[in-house]
């Protein structure tokens, strides 16, 4: 098995040294990582400023870009062969609910889906690395499970697993369950710089507001290892016939204003 290894706190990160040590005896491993923390940076590319691999002395390469830029090249030139599957993580920090949408850790993961390759998004729900061999133990038993089970290899599928900062032994098993809400974010921090102007700096994500029996943030509140399936496509079907009908309204009011 080939496996890409990603990441959005940074080549150097605990967690991506833990996963890697952790899957390494399960096939040909490669890591192609940020060179700086780039959370909550989601999908997005450099597309304005050329890029730049560097090895470093444990092998792995660090890109100047984005978790996104780096599966993105290493898929389309830089490793030379399509990998079976793309991991992302471990992340310092729980990526649950509405961070998915800004995680950078999913968003490594998500362009490996998007080539088609099955990815699978790491994370521990409490940031400070606490208990990172046994997150690390458990990702590669998932991938483990996942290669008995022959769904590497097939159709693409993208996941998102959280996983306690509990000793091994602690950790409950694994739970399927779809993405809880937040709340709205902290207000915004203000402070002034040296030079008089006003600086801004993004509030800390909200409390949970949707997290009942069944979500993400319920399971992982639990104690158990948390899985969520993940879909690209952001259109809303329950809705399009709603809007077919709103657009065609708005258009045959439109042409009779005329």
């Known amino acids: 098995?080939?496996?890409?290894?990603?990441?959005?706190?940074?080549?150097?990160?605990?967690?991506?040294?833990?996963?890697?040590?952790?899957?390494?005896?399960?096939?040909?491993?490669?890591?192609?990582?940020?060179?700086?923390?780039?959370?909550?940076?989601?999908?997005?590319?450099?597309?304005?400023?050329?890029?730049?691999?560097?090895?470093?002395?444990?092998?792995?390469?660090?890109?100047?870009?984005?978790?996104?830029?780096?599966?993105?090249?290493?898929?389309?030139?830089?490793?030379?062969?399509?990998?079976?599957?793309?991991?992302?993580?471990?992340?310092?920090?729980?990526?649950?609910?509405?961070?998915?949408?800004?995680?950078?850790?999913?968003?490594?993961?998500m362009e490996g889906y998007l080539f088609g390759i099955p990815a699978i998004a790491f994370s521990q729900i409490e940031k400070g690395w606490a208990h990172i061999d046994a997150a690390a133990a458990k990702a590669r038993e998932l991938v483990q499970q996942c290669a008995a089970g022959g769904l590497i290899g097939r159709a693409p599928w993208l996941l998102n697993v959280n996983i306690p900062n509990l000793p091994l032994e602690q950790i409950r098993p694994l739970k399927v369950v779809r993405l809880g809400r937040?709340?709205?974010?902290?207000?915004?921090?203000?402070?002034?710089?040296?030079?008089?102007?006003?600086?801004?700096?993004?509030?800390?994500?909200?409390?949970?507001l949707d997290e009942a029996e069944g979500t993400d943030f319920h399971a992982s509140d639990h104690g158990h290892v948390v899985m969520t399936p993940l879909k690209v496509d952001l259109t809303d079907h329950d809705r399009l016939a709603w809007w077919a009908q709103a657009a065609a309204a708005l258009q045959t009011g439109g042409q009779g204003g005329a």
């Open 1 to 109: 098995m080939k496996i890409l290894i990603c990441n959005d706190d940074g080549y150097q990160a605990p967690g991506i040294v833990a996963l890697y040590e952790a899957l390494k005896p399960l096939g040909d491993v490669e890591v192609v990582a940020p060179e700086h923390n780039n959370s909550a940076k989601s999908n997005a590319l450099t597309l304005n400023a050329p890029l730049y691999v560097h090895r470093a002395a444990n092998g792995f390469r660090y890109v100047n870009g984005t978790p996104a830029d780096c599966v993105h090249i290493a898929l389309t030139g830089l490793l030379g062969y399509r990998p079976d599957l793309v991991v992302s993580g471990i992340n310092n920090g729980a990526n649950m609910g509405d961070d998915t949408i800004y995680s950078g850790t999913v968003g490594a993961a």
């Open 182 to 208: 937040r709340h709205a974010a902290e207000p915004v921090i203000t402070q002034v710089s040296p030079r008089g102007e006003t600086m801004y700096w993004i509030g800390a994500a909200g409390p949970a």
